[in-house]
């Protein structure tokens, strides 16, 4: 762990948690850039850089029990959602220096990828109270993501796009890390049921069950352009199996827009959901794997103060 700063600075301002592997490199460039920003705007910060997701976590706790009331995390959708995960209960505010390979989260917010705009944000001070999507699991310490979340595909392209395609910009990552993944993917039975709800449960064989609270995820995807991360509400997607030519036909809207269309594809709006699998099956959240099926995801409504333009 390297720190930049005083404790004093901490508790007097903030504290900045930045992930170096996040985003495509030049990350002291960046880091140069974020302190030259807040040195501008007279803003009092501190910079934590954490090895591993463990020491983050550690170094979040260390901060809020010194006094610290703004959290900052500079990385990608992961490293917002360990940040989130330690603040939620305590009387503080987070933000987000998007620099990550996937930002949907901050998109969700219009907080740009711009470090001179996303410092800005921090400075005028302007908070909104946002949801937390909660994966209870049975350690007694529930998972928790901010953006999307889903099983099927998008988990197995999570090894490519961690590994293969970690440098590549964030939709063209996960699409290529699709696309990789398709090979040997039967897609997952899944069954579906939305307790407190009038909807009718689901049984199909799917391609991709997405369950998100902001419009996108994977790097710009607009799988729920409805969806807003104050609204006590999941958005639901599933796409059903198809076939490998059908789903390489989708890929140019997808890589250009980030929309998908498909009559395939079954939506729905709840705020608590259950899912199982036939197979066992991961879920995943953020880009980070959560916890194994059958896992009900549901709202924490406005649980969470977050820094936005």
């Known amino acids: 762990m390297i720190k930049s700063g005083s404790d004093t600075d901490a508790i007097a301002g903030a504290t900045i948690f930045a992930n170096p592997a996040a985003g495509r490199g030049?990350?002291?460039?960046?880091?140069?850039?974020?302190r030259d920003e807040f040195a501008r705007w007279n803003y009092c910060a501190s910079i934590v850089e954490t090895g591993s997701a463990e020491e983050l976590r550690s170094a979040v706790r260390s901060a809020i029990e010194a006094g610290c009331k703004?959290?900052?995390?500079?990385?990608?959708?992961?490293?917002?959602?360990?940040?989130?995960?330690?603040?939620?209960?305590?009387?503080?505010?987070?933000?987000?220096i998007p620099t990550g390979g996937g930002n949907d989260f901050a998109a969700a917010l219009g907080i740009s990828t711009n470090i001179e705009k996303a410092v800005e944000v921090i400075a005028h001070?302007?908070?909104?109270?946002?949801?937390?999507?909660?994966?209870?699991?049975?350690?007694?310490?529930?998972?928790?993501?901010?953006?999307?979340?889903?099983?099927?595909?998008?988990?197995?392209?999570l090894r490519y796009a961690s590994g293969k395609f970690a440098k590549w910009p964030?939709?063209?990552?996960?699409?290529?890390?699709?696309?990789?993944?398709?090979?040997?993917?039967?897609?997952v039975q899944v069954n579906l049921e939305f307790p407190e709800s009038s909807l009718?449960?689901?049984?199909?064989?799917?391609?991709?069950?997405?369950?998100?609270?902001?419009?996108?995820?994977?790097?710009?995807?607009?799988?729920?352009?409805?969806?807003?991360v104050d609204d006590g509400m999941l958005d639901f997607v599933m796409i059903e199996m198809l076939k490998k030519r059908e789903v390489l036909a989708l890929i140019p809207r997808l890589l250009i827009k980030g929309e998908?269309?498909?009559?395939?594809?079954?939506?729905?709006r709840a705020a608590n959901i259950k899912l199982s699998t036939a197979?066992?099956?991961?879920?995943?959240?953020d880009g980070e794997l959560l916890g194994r099926t059958p896992v009900e995801i549901n709202i924490l409504p406005r649980a969470l103060r977050v820094l936005v333009p």
């Open 26 to 34: 030049n990350f002291q460039r960046k880091i140069a850039a974020v």
């Open 70 to 96: 703004t959290i900052i995390a500079m990385g990608g959708d992961g490293t917002v959602q360990l940040v989130a995960r330690q603040a939620i209960g305590f009387q503080v505010q987070i933000a987000v």
């Open 125 to 157: 001070g302007k908070t909104r109270l946002v949801d937390v999507v909660r994966v209870p699991n049975a350690t007694g310490v529930d998972a928790i993501y901010l953006g999307g979340g889903g099983a099927g595909l998008d988990v197995e392209a």
């Open 170 to 187: 964030g939709r063209v990552r996960y699409l290529a890390s699709a696309i990789a993944g398709l090979r040997g993917f039967r897609g």
């Open 200 to 228: 009718p449960n689901i049984a199909a064989k799917a391609l991709l069950v997405a369950i998100l609270n902001s419009p996108s995820f994977g790097g710009g995807m607009r799988l729920a352009p409805e969806a807003r």
């Open 260 to 268: 998908l269309k498909t009559k395939r594809m079954v939506r729905a």
């Open 279 to 285: 197979a066992d099956s991961w879920f995943q959240g």
